[in-house]
């Protein structure tokens, strides 16, 4: 499966944003999908997951409560609504995607990655 992440930009703190990941192939509905984000100087970390079915999700606890994950498995698209954006939340923005694990918080455990969208937050 390819992936291919857009809806970043610059915004304000508190502001809200939207991340899409678009699909190719016929079996996305089988894979489980993921956020991850990389800040300037530091690791991958894991954002948000959303399971093969769309009925199951997980989040990061910097993340909880403030961005929502969803799926249109018709559309084969992955979202990520962000709100309440604070300036530690600046970094690039990758979706991925497995089919072995569930969670899946951990970068290894996914198998394709979509390029990377940046989200710049100022104060």
């Known amino acids: 499966v390819q992936l291919q992440a857009s809806g970043g930009g610059l915004v304000r703190a508190g502001d809200s944003l939207r991340l899409s990941c678009a699909a190719s192939?016929?079996?996305?509905?089988?894979?489980?999908m993921g956020w991850f984000r990389q800040a300037p100087g530091k690791g991958r970390e894991f954002v948000a997951t959303?399971?093969?079915?769309?009925?199951?999700?997980g989040y990061a606890d910097s993340v909880k409560g403030r961005f929502t994950i969803s799926r249109d498995n018709a559309k084969n698209t992955v979202l990520l609504q962000m709100s309440g954006l604070k300036p530690e939340d600046t970094a690039v923005y990758y979706c991925?995607?497995?089919?072995?694990?569930?969670?899946?918080?951990?970068?290894?455990?996914?198998?394709?990655w979509g390029q990377g969208t940046l989200v710049t937050v100022s104060s």
């Open positions: 991925a995607a497995q089919k072995s694990v569930w969670p899946g918080h951990n970068e290894n455990e996914y198998d394709y």
């Open positions: 192939g016929r079996t996305f509905s089988s894979y489980h």
């Open positions: 959303i399971s093969a079915s769309g009925r199951s999700t």
